[in-house]
């Protein structure tokens, strides 16, 4: 399944991902105000999903790639607290080209032990977040997984 993101992302879903709906998607702790996509495997207890939105002129200018994963990382951090969030380590991706930054980091989420990936990239004026989390016993098969579905992402400037 391919999915594209107003025209602008394209992304290959490998087989066993779904696109979740609005009433699932509510559920899931979302930042507001950005627009979000959300796929799921269920078999394979992975979901991912991406976060975009346009910077205005001047904010576009001032923030380079070190301030917005440094603001990914510091919002997740925060908002995974109650869940004793664990920090693990920076991590970097190329996605089509662009260098996207993050980190990688472990939660308890309704008694599961968790494992996440969150990556930020700037392209022009536009940002992704591009967020992966599975339970923690299948983290390498769903970073294997994550990092295919990132290496096949187009981006159109």
Not at 3 to 28: H, Q, T, V, Y
Not at 45 to 67: F, K, P, T, Y
Not at 76 to 91: A, G
Request: with cysteine; proline share 3%.
């Amino acid at each position: 399944m391919r999915i594209s993101i107003e025209n602008k992302l394209f992304m290959d879903c490998p087989e066993g991902f779904r696109e979740l709906s609005e009433e699932e998607k509510a559920g899931m702790n979302i930042a507001p105000g950005g627009k979000c996509l959300c796929i799921s495997d269920p078999v394979r207890h992975i979901i991912i999903s991406v976060a975009w939105l346009r910077l205005n002129g001047l904010s576009s200018w001032l923030l380079g790639r070190r301030e917005v994963s440094w603001n990914m990382t510091r919002q997740i951090e925060k908002k995974l607290k109650p869940f004793s969030f664990v920090w693990l380590d920076d991590t970097k991706h190329t996605i089509d080209g662009q260098l996207a930054r993050g980190m990688d980091y472990e939660y308890t989420a309704k008694g599961i032990n968790m494992f996440g990936e969150s990556l930020a990239v700037k392209v022009g004026e536009d940002l992704y977040y591009f967020h992966m989390y599975s339970r923690k016993v299948c983290r390498e098969e769903s970073l294997e997984i994550f990092g295919e579905i990132l290496d096949n992402i187009a981006i159109l400037v």
